[in-house]
């Protein structure tokens, strides 16, 4: 029987530390009791240099952790993207499985059907792309994107740009209701990768520690852990950017996933 702690890995997304050294972030991340990590694309591992990549790679198994995404910056439809095939050719030299992206750069409340005609073919080759890499793409759930609102990610994903390999992450809607949030979390559920955890309330200027929002976050976990083993809930955005609250968020995450691991999974 799988339980809730085999399916959400405690991990941390790189991103959270920019100007931290790989080494150092692997070492916090270890040391905080975390087994899994999102390298970003755009400081720790470049898009490109394969060698860089391997090498992270070596140090994360060094250091206990899963690299369970690259979180590239990769943007459907935008004349700016590196060819999508350089971004996977470095996932799979990292050693990551899924590769999280950007749904297009117009919000999916918003944007014309020629737009997202557009971004849903540019996903379609991507995903067509990665597959033949044995790779997954996942977008990133954020605003001014496709992935805006969870009926606009359903679209995209359950008819645009319908594909075995295309997926998503997710995280709390801002500023919305727990009911808000988990309808948004079970609507995209199907496709679900990994979830990014904070907790900015009520607005996102205020960006307050996990513990404040455990109970909400108890409930999230819980819903995200009915889906496939190997999931990572991933720490993003630490209080005041701290190093030093590493260990007090890791610690909270922890319990809250120990707290799930009676809960049978079907």
């Not at 470049?46 to 910056?73: F, K, M």
């Not at 792309?129 to 994903?157: I, M, N, P, Q, W």
């Not at 108890?218 to 190093?243: K, M, N, Y």
């Not at 260990?247 to 079907?266: T, W």
Request: charged share 20%.
């Amino acid at each position: 029987m799988t339980t809730t702690t085999d399916a959400l890995l405690p991990g941390l997304c790189s991103v959270s530390f920019r100007a931290l050294a790989v080494a150092d972030i692997a070492r916090l991340a270890a040391e905080a009791g975390l087994v899994a990590i999102e390298w970003g694309g755009d400081i720790h591992v470049p898009v490109g240099d394969l060698a860089h990549a391997r090498a992270v790679a070596r140090i994360s198994n060094e250091h206990g952790l899963r690299s369970v995404s690259y979180g590239s910056y990769w943007r459907a439809g935008s004349d700016l993207a590196p060819p999508i095939s350089e971004v996977l050719a470095t996932a799979q030299a990292l050693g990551a499985p899924v590769v999280r992206i950007w749904a297009g750069e117009v919000d999916g409340r918003f944007a014309p059907m020629a737009t997202r005609r557009s971004v849903a073919d540019a996903l379609l080759r991507a995903a067509d792309t990665a597959a033949k890499y044995g790779l997954r793409l996942s977008l990133e759930s954020h605003d001014g994107t496709l992935t805006s609102t969870a009926a606009s990610t359903v679209l995209l994903l359950g008819s645009e740009a319908a594909h075995p390999v295309l997926g998503c992450h997710w995280q709390a809607p801002h500023a919305e209701t727990d009911e808000v949030c988990l309808a948004s979390l079970n609507a995209v559920a199907p496709w679900l990768e990994h979830l990014h955890v904070f907790h900015w309330w009520p607005s996102t200027a205020e960006r307050r520690p996990l513990a404040a929002g455990a109970s909400r976050w108890s409930r999230f976990l819980a819903t995200a852990a009915r889906r496939h083993a190997g999931q990572a809930a991933l720490l993003e955005f630490i209080p005041g950017d701290e190093v030093a609250n590493v260990p007090r968020e890791a610690a909270c995450l922890r319990r809250l996933l120990a707290g799930l691991e009676e809960v049978p999974l079907p």
